[in-house]
């Protein structure tokens, strides 16, 4: 099992910045891939931005590429996502997932969750 805690989220003024934490414990997640997803009040579960642990390789959805970073820090078993430039339809409560295989954008390829941390962007 894999446990996921996220943190970090909070009020930003658009044009701001705020980095979330996913926090894994219990099993390794040294060759896991990981996601942030996120999900605004009355809509889907989206993609947001992937990372092989294993390699680092990134990828992001179109919406937030040139505005976030995603990142690892694999002593720590942290994954982070840096966002900047935010806008009000950023606004969304942000969940980190893991997976031991590459599952990239496929939500219901993740096998575990973060409860999810709420990110709210005023304009």
């Known amino acids: 099992q894999v446990q996921l805690v996220e943190s970090g989220g909070g009020l930003v003024q658009a044009g701001g910045s705020l980095r979330l934490s996913c926090a894994a414990s219990?099993?390794?997640?040294?060759?896991?891939?990981m996601g942030w997803f996120r999900q605004a009040p009355g809509k889907e579960r989206d993609f947001v931005a992937a990372i092989k642990w294993t390699f680092g390789s990134r990828y992001y959805a179109d919406s937030v590429k040139g505005r976030f970073t995603i990142s690892k820090d694999n002593a720590n078993n942290t994954m982070y996502l840096q966002m900047n430039s935010l806008k009000p339809e950023d606004t969304a409560v942000y969940y980190c997932?893991?997976?031991?295989?590459?599952?990239?954008?496929?939500?219901?390829?993740?096998?575990?969750w973060g409860q999810g941390t709420q990110v709210t962007v005023s304009s």
């Open positions: 219990g099993r390794t997640v040294s060759s896991y891939s």
């Open positions: 997932a893991a997976s031991r295989n590459w599952v990239g954008a496929l939500k219901d390829g993740y096998e575990y």
